[in-house]
């Protein structure tokens, strides 16, 4: 029941005699190394009888890792996806050294990453594109991370060159304030918090030092009118209490392919009107119903509007194929022979969200839902695209624009976001923090748990978690703008973001100047 940080101090503290030591030395220095292993890629916080069902997606598969650590294999090729999800920057230089020592054993390691500390010391670099969806599916660069670095049509190159920037943070914030006071749950001691309204609040610290469990936990059930069952003492603002909450997080959209990002942000409705309104859906005595794949008026009968039918696997995951009535156009013929401007319903639903933006240009029911998508970064989007394909970061995205196109005419509200910058490329991170500026200019309460450097710079006031994780965090360290973060002896997060700042005007202000300039060496780069 002990951390693992707790059992390596016990295992370090333990006195035994010589007879005792000769018997169990072997065993002692196996457990000494499997702990220290766990303890190697940040995860000190654990409990070893923690149920692995409890964990995180980053959690499990960090687990995983210090386990192929403690195998001592050779020739191996190791592929991570995304393993600095829910780290600290901290963890994340812990993490980079286990993934070394994975390398000079002799193993071949793969890491899926945008994480620019883990980029910068990877000894090959591939970077995707040049843009992503249709746009993407090239090898833009190969090489060493300089070469990247290097390349000026790479976005990967233009964030190591430091041309990515987010909008500054606005400062001191004040107005109206919602909040908890003695939150104490799980490893919280008794936190009080508060969030501004028309700000954006970071909330951050170590991997493990309750920042879920204050704010998902406790002040979300708290805003919503839930008893507090002992959670916390008492809600700051109750004035407020009647705002709406609404948590973006990055569960699916849908879990079956009839669910795609037109029906989520509320764009299927102005676009079967569109349909229902031409002289030839008229002439034949169709309706908007018809133009609905969930309606048996015009979806077709096969796969009844999903695009695939399902295979049932006895022993496998069900199979999706594309149905072969529809080539999975999801409607009727009847209904594919309307067309608009020479494009039928399940032409637009097939393009992407750029490619709609433009198409339906001077249509205002449709243009305001097609250029918030592509205002958080999703313009490549097949608007038709099954939601069981998006990425956790996608599936996120498309909540916020729903959310932001519902913004104008819902009253502020409290939004709480829970790692957004999961999955995202630094120029992705930009997009969508101009969305969360958005938001908090127009008056909503943005709250957000992160890790991600940049982002927890461009905040309006921080509020971080700590000293460290599990039994060692829980409590209120630092308090404060990023400025003022970046200052503190107290915190934990301060020095990285400070790092992170010095290194943006560092890499800036010299990218400026060396525009037009040769390339390092006069080497060539790979493209």
């Given amino acids: ?58 959690e499990a598969r960090r687990v995983r890792l210090s386990a192929s650590l403690g195998s001592h294999l050779v020739g191996v090729c190791y592929v991570l996806d995304e393993p600095t999800v829910g780290l600290h920057p901290a963890d994340i230089d812990r993490l980079t050294e286990a993934l070394l020592a994975l390398r000079d054993e002799g193993n071949t390691v793969i890491v899926v990453e945008h994480d620019e500390t883990l980029m910068r010391r990877a000894d090959h670099l591939i970077d995707m594109g ?13 090489g060493t991370p300089a070469e990247a670095e290097a390349t000026p049509h790479s976005l990967t190159g233009k964030a190591l060159r430091g041309e990515i920037r987010l909008e500054a943070a606005k400062g001191k914030v004040r107005g109206e304030k919602v909040g908890i ?17 028309g700000a954006i609040t970071g ?10 469990t204050l704010i ?14 002992g959670r916390w003492k008492s809600v700051r603002g109750k004035a407020n209490l009647s705002r709406r909450v609404v948590v973006v997080d990055a569960s699916p959209i849908g879990r079956t392919p009839a669910s795609i990002p ?87 639903l097939a ?65 709480v976001l829970d790692e957004p910058t999961t999955g995202l490329h630094k120029s992705d991170v930009a997009h ?28 309006d006031h921080l509020v971080e978690l700590g000293p460290k994780g599990g039994s060692e965090g829980g409590r209120v360290i630092a308090e404060g703008t990023p400025a003022e973060l970046r200052r503190s002896r107290d915190s934990v997060t301060g020095p990285w973001l400070k790092k992170a700042s010095a290194a943006s005007k560092g890499r800036g202000s010299r990218s400026s100047r060396s525009k037009g300039d040769k390339k390092p060496g006069g080497r060539k780069v790979a493209s």
């Fill in 1 to 58: 029941s002990l951390s693992v940080g707790d059992i390596l101090q016990w295992l370090g503290s333990l006195r035994l005699s010589k007879s005792a030591l000769l018997a169990v030395e072997p065993v002692l220095e196996e457990l000494q190394g499997r702990i220290a292993l766990l303890n190697q890629v940040g995860l000190a916080y654990i409990t070893l009888d923690r149920p692995m069902s409890t964990l995180s997606g980053g």
């Fill in 130 to 142: 040049p843009g992503a969806g249709s746009l993407g599916g090239e090898v833009v660069v190969s």
């Fill in 181 to 197: 006071k003695g939150a104490r749950l799980n490893n919280l001691r008794g936190v009080d918090f508060e969030a501004h309204f």
């Fill in 203 to 212: 909330v951050c610290g170590p991997s493990g030092s309750g920042k879920s």
């Fill in 216 to 229: 998902l936990d406790c002040l979300v059930p708290a805003l919503k009118g839930e008893s507090s069952e």
């Fill in 262 to 348: 037109a029906t989520a942000v509320g764009l299927m409705d102005p676009l079967r009107e569109l349909y229902a309104r031409t002289p030839e859906a008229r002439m034949r005595g169709l309706r908007s119903s018809h133009f609905s794949f969930n309606s048996t008026k015009g979806r077709c009968p096969a796969c009844e509007g999903r695009g695939a039918t399902k295979v049932e696997m006895q022993f496998l995951a069900d199979l999706w194929l594309t149905c072969e009535e529809c080539d999975g156009k999801r409607y009727r013929p009847e209904i594919e022979a309307v067309r608009y401007r020479g494009r039928s319903i399940s032409d637009v």
């Fill in 351 to 415: 393009g992407s969200v750029d490619a709609a933006a433009e198409f339906f240009e001077h249509v205002p029911a449709l243009r305001k839902s097609l250029e918030t998508l592509k205002a958080v970064g999703l313009g490549y989007l097949g608007l038709g695209q099954s939601s069981t394909t998006l990425s956790a970061g996608e599936a996120q995205r498309v909540k916020l624009a729903s959310e932001l196109l519902r913004a104008e005419s819902a009253p502020k509200s409290v939004l």
């Fill in 432 to 459: 969508l923090h101009r969305v969360l500026r958005r938001l908090a200019d127009r008056g909503d309460a943005v709250l957000v748990i992160e890790h991600h450097t940049d982002l927890l710079n461009a905040c």
